[in-house]
């Protein structure tokens, strides 16, 4: 089973716990279906630096496009969180 997750999912599987904490919760919004600026006013952040959080994300993860990272999430079990902290510094 783990094999078939590779195909489909193209991250390690220990990519998720590279994440810094704060790309953490912006992959989490992310999930959620929020816009950059949605996230951005939710964390406190300017947009500019949740665009730069996202590009360092889909890097760490091997996705090419948002429907990747979203895809790849699906596929190990990763999901909107419901306890997203809006106090979490950078």
Do not use: Y
């Amino acid at each position: 089973m783990d094999e078939a997750l590779d195909q489909i999912n193209p991250w390690p599987s220990n990519a998720v716990m590279q994440l810094t904490p704060v790309a953490t919760t912006v992959l989490q919004h992310i999930l959620k279906g929020r816009t950059n600026r949605q996230i951005a006013e939710a964390l406190r952040r300017s947009p500019r630096t949740i665009e730069v959080h996202r590009r360092h994300i889909m890097r760490k993860l091997g996705a090419s496009t948002i429907v990747d990272l979203i895809r790849a999430a699906s596929a190990r079990g990763l999901g909107p969180m419901t306890n997203i902290s809006t106090e979490e510094s950078v």
